[in-house]
């Protein structure tokens, strides 16, 4: 008998009511990743640790048996995970059969995450995986462009029609429970409102993130956990809350815990930069190898023990391989002399820098073996790409974790750099250059440790660029002291606060802030003691100059840069009155000169660009991108048109960092490099690249119809009565059929091509994104003649239209109906 299907907190409680959550993150927060972070904890304490997985497409989840298969793993091969797993088929599973994902030994409890604004494809991408996970999660945070674009994560947040459709058709229809990760509202009310719509749709648990839509890259800032706190406080106590935002180490998560009284924490990108904080430091005296802590006790995980275990799980799980010998890590005491001995070498480490950077790739082969290498890689063709998550994901990783050693030791950056997924011996390679350089560093450290603790101990108060002293709370400096560590230990990277951003240049205020500050001084009521704390908001010097601006008059205001106490609290307005504005001379003459005409219609454009700006709030030229604005466009200009057959494409499809990554459309080649996120390796949509899959873009089968022949596509929009034949019923079709059923194709031959107008629009740049044509496809004559013809793939044929679908019912001269 099945068991009853539990909710809320007496769901989580049966999950042991795990106090450490590891975020979901987009190609990121994969089976071995999840391992590593759990292996920092004892193995009775491993399940206390809640993960997600990284976030998957719904619709492609679906749809795409080739996308399932490189992003879910729960069977071991050769075993396929099926599209809709049913009971007669999971009886058949052995305890054996279990793999990687939501394996029940080694990567449980699991959420899995999707992203979706349609609840059918959510349902049947949640169908798959249930039988793997303890709950199914829906992505309502994601604030990045591509999730602008496709109407998901943190842009559902508007529609709350949509998002309770999505919850209550999993609620409802899954045998495990569903839960939300979402962001914090412009208001405490409004969050709290949307908060109880979450949980009135059926969610047991709410994850919610302390920054608003708008706050990423430069301008994440903090996250408010006074927010979370009061909905802690506004919602029912069976309420379960996780906390996300601020986690920068372990010692964050208690504090957060308090000052939120949240149930749960989870970390995101505190856990990509260090993956054992979710553990306890080891008492001091017990570091082992592992372990560095310095004199002042400050201490953490060594960037190269962490990817020892991170490079074993991916020997032994992914891989399936025994794992490779490897000598003890290096400790700077007698041990040394047994590590020295172990690697075939004595310690010469006298200061001599030269011996660590040359040696970039450890014994690079010699010019006559890389000959012969390439011309037997030649031989064997381009070799396939690696789309398994778990190996995509190594190289950012790897980076995430040796951040603060790859900035002084830049052979490392250098070879990892060059690291390709699934080229294991190539991160063997880092991690044997990682490893002397943090040999080197503890050596250093042990000749002159002040010399790194005086370093990490720098600062004071935190300062502006322009020398005024800035409070702790607008400040990351105070964060980047309690954090810094030597180069050789994991620790967190400490993004700048926005008003650091806007002074230091990386980031500038936007138009509409920029229009409150100046209305805020014009208004002629800038208090003296509030211009400094404007100026800091506006990344200027404070004690400037201010315009602050009457009706009749612009005067500028030299603001004292030490006031009394009474200065300090008086206004400082210009005088409207008494100052009269200089009338321009009568030159006896009314004619209009080209130089005014020109003004004029200068005045003209800019107000026309402003206005653009206003209603669009991203474009002042109402959307259009003229080419001679964008550079890589000119750029493609003066170059000339390239022409490139279907094969030298595909040596662009991003596998290849130094080239740019294109895609074709119906003969057309596009350069997508600005997204590489988009479309590289690991992207969502780098099935489309390095190739022309316009019959893909019609039918919306990314995996089979990756291919540009377009010949029977419009039956995608022909309704589904209307015959394929010149027969129907057993006899031929009249005159009058057949025109009829013409017209029906000549509508949808229309349809494609309107639809294959508005993907060209979009690559050319008209969405927005710095998308540019670069040439043609070149292909033979009678090409496509030698291509098998190809059938309306299964989920288009599915999504064909009724005829009640059609506007007018076109299968009706088919049905008796004239």
């Not at 950077?357 to 381009?382: F, L």
């Not at 709370?473 to 951003?501: G, H």
């Not at 200068?602 to 709030?617: A, E, H, P």
């Not at 008209?766 to 989920?795: I, N, T």
């Amino acid at each position: 008998m099945a068991q009853p299907k539990l909710h809320g907190r007496a769901f989580y409680e049966s999950l042991g009511s795990p106090k450490y959550v590891l975020a979901p993150m987009v190609d990121q927060s994969e089976f071995a990743w999840r391992l590593l972070t759990r292996s920092f904890l004892p193995p009775e304490l491993r399940t206390s640790i809640l993960a997600y997985s990284p976030m998957l497409h719904a619709r492609m989840f679906a749809d795409s048996p080739k996308y399932r298969a490189a992003h879910f793993e729960p069977l071991k091969p050769p075993l396929a995970l099926p599209q809709t797993p049913d009971e007669a088929h999971l009886k058949t599973l052995m305890e054996d059969d279990a793999y990687l994902d939501g394996n029940p030994k080694i990567d449980r409890p699991l959420f899995v995450q999707f992203c979706a604004n349609d609840p059918d494809a959510l349902f049947e991408a949640a169908k798959v995986v249930q039988p793997y996970c303890d709950a199914v999660d829906l992505n309502l945070g994601c604030p990045q462009g591509i999730a602008k674009r496709g109407h998901y994560g943190a842009f559902l947040q508007e529609d709350w029609d949509t998002i309770h459709k999505l919850i209550n058709t999993l609620h409802t229809g899954l045998a495990i429970p569903v839960t939300a990760k979402m962001r914090v509202l412009e208001s405490r009310e409004r969050t709290l409102d949307y908060a109880k719509m979450l949980l009135d749709a059926g969610a047991s648990i709410i994850t919610v993130h302390g920054r608003q839509r708008e706050q990423k890259g430069h301008n994440t800032g903090l996250a408010d956990w006074s927010v979370l706190r009061y909905l802690r406080e506004s919602l029912p106590p069976e309420t379960v809350i996780f906390a996300n935002g601020n986690i920068l180490q372990h010692d964050d998560i208690q504090q957060c815990l308090e000052e939120t009284k949240a149930d749960g924490i989870m970390t995101a990108e505190g856990n990509l930069y260090d993956p054992s904080i979710f553990a306890t430091p080891p008492p001091v005296g017990q570091e082992g190898r592992e372990y560095w802590r310095g004199r002042d006790g400050k201490g953490g995980y060594r960037v190269d023990a962490v990817l020892r275990r991170y490079l074993d799980i991916t020997h032994q799980y992914v891989f399936g391989e025994d794992l490779p010998m490897r000598a003890p890590l290096f400790l700077p005491s007698h041990a040394s002399l047994e590590y020295a001995a172990a690697n075939g070498n004595s310690e010469q480490t006298n200061g001599n820098k030269r011996s660590l950077e040359d040696t970039t790739e450890g014994e690079r082969p010699s010019k006559k073996q890389r000959k012969e290498e390439a011309k037997q890689k030649k031989k064997g063709g381009k070799p396939e790409k690696v789309t398994n998550a778990n190996l995509v994901a190594m190289q950012a990783h790897c980076f995430h974790i040796l951040r603060p050693l790859v900035s002084k030791h830049h052979n490392v950056r250098d070879a990892l750099a060059r690291s390709r997924a699934g080229d294991i011996e190539a991160y063997e390679n880092v991690l044997t250059l990682a490893e002397a350089a943090v040999r080197e560093g503890l050596l250093a450290y042990e000749a002159n440790p002040a010399e790194f603790e005086d370093a990490i101990a720098e600062g004071g108060e935190a300062e502006s660029a322009a020398g005024v002293k800035v409070p702790d709370e607008e400040s990351s400096d105070e964060a980047v002291r309690r954090c810094k560590r030597p180069y050789w230990v994991c620790q967190p990277y400490v993004r700048p606060l926005p008003k650091e951003a806007l002074e230091k240049g990386s980031m500038q205020l936007s138009k509409k802030m920029m229009k409150k500050l100046e209305g805020q001084q014009r208004s002629g009521s800038v208090k003296v003691g509030e211009a400094d704390e404007l100026a800091v908001k506006a990344g200027v010097a404070p004690g400037g100059k201010v315009e602050a601006v009457g009706e009749d008059v612009q005067q500028e205001v030299k603001l004292p840069e030490q006031l009394s106490e009474a200065e300090k609290e008086a206004v400082v307005k210009v005088p409207t009155e008494g100052t009269k504005p200089t009338k321009a001379k009568k030159t006896g003459s009314n004619n209009v000169g080209v130089v005014d005409v020109l003004r004029i219609l200068g005045g003209l454009f800019l107000l026309n660009c402003l206005l653009s700006y206003f209603i669009t709030n991203d474009s002042v030229l109402w959307g259009w991108r003229p080419w001679f604005i964008r550079p890589g466009v000119v750029m493609r200009y003066m170059q000339g048109p390239i022409h490139l057959t279907d094969a030298d494409l595909a040596a662009y499809d991003g596998s290849d960092p130094t080239k740019p990554i294109y895609l074709a459309l119906n003969g057309t080649i596009y350069d997508v490099s600005a997204g590489r996120r988009i479309y590289g390796p690991g992207g969502s949509y780098n099935v489309f690249a390095g190739k022309d899959a316009a019959r893909g873009f019609i039918t919306g089968c990314f995996a089979e119809d990756g291919t540009p022949d377009l010949r029977g596509v419009e039956w995608t929009y022909v309704p589904t009565d209307v015959p394929e034949g010149n027969q129907i019923n057993g006899r031929k079709l009249t005159g009058a059929e057949k025109t009829a059923r013409e017209q029906v194709l000549r509508g949808a031959r229309k349809q494609v091509q309107d639809t294959l107008v508005g993907w060209s629009k979009m690559f050319n740049g008209e969405g927005g994104k710095d998308y540019f044509e670069v040439g043609k496809v070149a292909r033979e004559e009678g090409w496509l003649e030698k291509l098998p013809k190809r059938e309306l793939c299964a989920p288009a044929q599915k999504a064909r239209p009724k005829p009640q679908d059609a506007g007018q019912d076109a299968g009706a001269a088919y049905r008796g109906g004239r």
